[in-house]
Nanobody, 125 residues
Framework: QVQLVESGGGSVQAGGSLSLSCAAS????????MAWFRQAPGKEREGVTA???????TYADSVKGRFTISKDNANDILYLQMNSLNSEDTAMYYC???????????????????WGQGTQVTVSS
């Protein structure tokens, strides 16, 4: 079965940057859509950004211009570069993988069949 393991979370001051990684096993990242979701305390999980098998990207309005999703196809790793972080970015961040190359709603949870355990990102003001 597909396994996803996130890393790179931590604490940072507002305005700072963090980079998250998601290592996939039993899964080929260049064949299907992958995404990053996040869930803040007391809030529902929300889609942050997604990338299709061919590399087309989608971003939530709240992170456009600040976050960048990318893939290392050779090593089956998904990345999330987060810049200009603010307190509203504080959340548990999850990596997700789909079977389809492209999803109708790439930032909706229902299209994804595997999830990582999450990595915490805390931004202090």
């Amino acid at each position: 079965q597909v396994q996803l393991v996130e890393s790179g979370g931590g604490s940072v001051q507002a305005g700072g940057s963090l980079s998250l990684s998601c290592a996939a096993s039993r899964y080929t990242v260049n064949r299907a859509s992958m995404a990053w979701f996040r869930q803040a305390p007391g809030k529902e999980r929300e889609g942050v950004t997604a990338v299709t098998g061919y590399g087309y990207t989608t971003y939530a309005d709240s992170v456009k211009g600040r976050f960048t999703i990318s893939k290392d196809n050779a090593n089956d790793i998904l990345y999330l570069q987060m810049n200009s972080l603010n307190s509203e970015d504080t959340a548990m961040y999850y990596c997700a993988a789909a079977f389809r190359e492209r999803l109708v709603s790439p930032l909706a949870q229902y299209g994804y069949i595997a999830w990582g355990q999450g990595t915490q990102v805390t931004v202090s003001s």
